[in-house]
Nanobody, 121 residues
Framework: QVQLVESGGGSVQPGGSLRLSCAVS????????LGWYRQAPGMQREVVAR???????DYEESVKGRFLISRDDAKNTLYLQMNSLTPEDTAVYYC???????????????WGQGIQVTVSS
């Protein structure tokens, strides 16, 4: 199976920056898409950004131009650089991986345990 462990969360003032990391371990995933999701209190979990194995990316509209998703496959790590943070970015952020374990169907979905990001003055 696949394990995802987030790090780098915390508290920051509005306008500040944080970088989240997600260590990916366990079985290899084929045709994978890695992503960051977030869930604010009382809200549904929403996608923040995703990156495919080939490097293509997509972002939730409100984070475009502020957040940057990247992956280092040599280190099996996913990143999310978050700049110009606002209180509306406060949420628990989750690392997500979708892919075929060992190259075998079906596609599986894996989640990290989540990490808190708080933006407050």
């Amino acid at each position: 199976q696949v394990q995802l462990v987030e790090s780098g969360g915390g508290s920051v003032q509005p306008g500040g920056s944080l970088r989240l990391s997600c260590a990916v371990s366990g079985s290899a995933l084929a045709d994978d898409v890695l992503g960051w999701y977030r869930q604010a209190p009382g809200m549904q979990r929403e996608v923040v950004a995703r990156i495919a194995a080939i490097g293509s990316t997509d972002y939730e509209e409100s984070v475009k131009g502020r957040f940057l998703i990247s992956r280092d496959d040599a280190k099996n790590t996913l990143y999310l650089q978050m700049n110009s943070l606002t209180p509306e970015d406060t949420a628990v952020y989750y690392c997500n991986a979708v892919g075929r374990v060992g190259g075998r169907d079906p596609f599986r979905v894996f989640w990290g345990q989540g990490i808190q990001v708080t933006v407050s003055s």
